[in-house]
């Protein structure tokens, strides 16, 4: 599904594209129901001047701009104000992508050149790729100026819409930084390295909601819901070299099986 189309622009350069949505919600969702009769929870929306239910034909958006003093603003008078270089997406800068904190990332949508934007957009993702850099730009949105980083892939580019500065909270806790002996930072570069396998997404699963359906499937069944079985605890070990020292055996052991 195509959410919207764009155009990417840096320098007199211009890429037509269509930004596709790369998630998707797959989690349980569960209802409110009436405990008494187990009827479905329903919300209305009411007038809170007259008490009136009202219908979303019936609301338009307002900004109050002094107590109870409201001007109404229509979907169409937004768009009026936007330029045609606010609806495209402007390219700003480039930078390493291992310069960006994960934390500025917030939606990703997939971008798939327009007809006769072929050459440019791969032209630009290869670029990249190579240069191991992102473009950050930003276009209008909704009703706001959205930053974005232009992420190269091996098989296409991903745009990802980011937070602003302000919009991320500092580290509210600090913590002391005990040092690490040269044997204990050597042991743990070994458990990393003895982990170190490819990143691929298909491998890793929601186990979690899997066993929520297992339960609802009990319930609609009618039958007892069983209490799940605990691991049995081997005894955590306290010490930290051993603690390593037996990560690193345990890797090695799930290796060898796999």
């Known amino acids: 599904m195509v959410s919207r189309k764009s155009v990417i622009t840096f320098g007199m350069v211009a890429i037509p594209i269509a930004m596709h949505t790369a998630t998707q919600d797959n989690d349980i969702h569960f209802n409110q129901l009436h405990k008494e009769d187990k009827s479905r929870v329903r919300y209305k929306k009411t007038c809170g001047h007259c008490g009136k239910e009202i219908t979303n034909e019936d609301i338009v958006k307002g900004f109050e701009y002094d107590k109870d003093k409201y001007v109404v603003v229509t979907d169409e008078e937004i768009e009026k104000i936007k330029t045609e270089k606010e609806k ?24 798939i050149p327009e007809a006769g934007g072929e050459k440019a957009f791969e032209l630009l993702r290869a670029a990249l790729m190579d240069e191991q850099k ?16 232009i992420i190269p892939r091996g ?4 745009i990802s819409t980011m937070f602003y500065d302000d ?16 044997q204990e930072l050597n042991m743990a570069k070994i458990l990393i390295n003895s982990m170190d396998t490819p990143f691929d997404a298909a491998k890793y699963k929601d186990e979690y909601q899997a066993k929520l359906h ?3 499937e009990t319930k ?10 605990q691991a049995e605890d081997n005894g955590k ?10 990560s690193v055996e345990k890797a090695k052991k799930d290796k060898e099986t796999a």
Do not use: C
């Open 88 to 111: 495209s997406i402007q390219i700003l800068h480039f930078a390493q992508l291992n310069q960006i904190s994960p934390v500025y990332y917030d939606k990703t949508y997939q971008a």
């Open 134 to 149: 992102a473009a950050i730009g930003k276009a209008v949105m909704g009703t706001k100026d959205t930053l974005m980083a």
């Open 155 to 158: 098989d296409g580019i991903l």
């Open 167 to 182: 919009d991320v909270k500092e580290l509210q806790k600090q913590y002391g930084k005990p040092a690490a002996s040269e």
């Open 214 to 216: 297992e339960l609802i």
């Open 220 to 229: 609609i069944s009618g039958k007892e819901v069983v209490s799940a079985t």
């Open 237 to 246: 070990v306290i010490d930290l070299m051993d603690a390593l020292k037996a």
